[in-house]
């Protein structure tokens, strides 16, 4: 699977071939269709058990933060750090999912589809609880609406696919981590 997975980040979905894969793997394609009925049904495999258990974790984790004490900054810097250590954990598959935007893959008419989105939708509504308790209690800028300010986070969050591969840089998940919510939380912070 890995290699499948290094085959579709190299050349995408759109452009990799199941001869693509049958060839790296040193097969050819009638073995992979074997096993998978399309390309896409190959693609949805790498993510299947992965990306629910990502997402379910991910979940877990955000509801625990937004169930705690801190403040939204506080929230918001540790729920940053999950995301850039899941995606570090779960290399190259979340990166994958992300670069490949999973809508223009319509899989939403998959139930396995559905529930990533489900599941995607419940993520999103906890950062936007989370940036909209910052408003509330005075800490974020309200003069920006919380549907933004979290596209922005997630745009910069999720972006990395592009430029950041575990272990190969010379700026590592910590150092992301760390600059982002300097970057994020200090340009979101309501000034006195």
């Not at 793997?25 to 073995?31: I, K, L, Q, V, Y």
């Not at 993520?123 to 940036?131: A, G, M, P």
């Not at 919380?146 to 700026?171: C, D, E, Y």
Request: charged letters at 25%; one cysteine or more.
């Amino acid at each position: 699977m890995l290699t499948a997975a290094a085959i579709f980040g190299e050349k995408g979905f759109e452009a990799t071939t199941l001869n693509d894969i049958a060839e790296r793997f040193g097969t050819d394609r009638a073995s992979i269709y074997y096993y998978f009925a399309s390309k896409t049904e190959l693609f949805q495999a790498l993510f299947h058990d992965i990306l629910v258990g990502v997402l379910d974790e991910n979940i877990a984790f955000a509801e625990e933060i937004i169930g705690s004490d801190e403040d939204a900054i506080g929230k918001l810097r540790r729920l940053i750090e999950q995301q850039m250590n899941s995606y570090e954990r779960n290399y190259p598959y979340v990166y994958l999912y992300i670069q490949e935007d999973m809508a223009q893959l319509q899989l939403d008419t998959t139930s396995w589809g559905r529930e990533m989105a489900r599941k995607t939708k419940r993520f999103e509504t906890i950062v936007l609880d989370t940036l909209q308790q910052g408003v509330d209690e005075g800490t974020l800028r309200s003069e920006v609406p919380v549907q933004l300010m979290a596209k922005s986070l997630f745009g910069m969050i999720n972006w990395t696919h592009r430029w950041l591969t575990p272990g190969m840089r010379k700026v590592d998940t910590k150092q992301t981590s760390e600059a982002f919510c300097a970057l994020f939380l200090e340009g979101a912070r309501l000034r006195e």
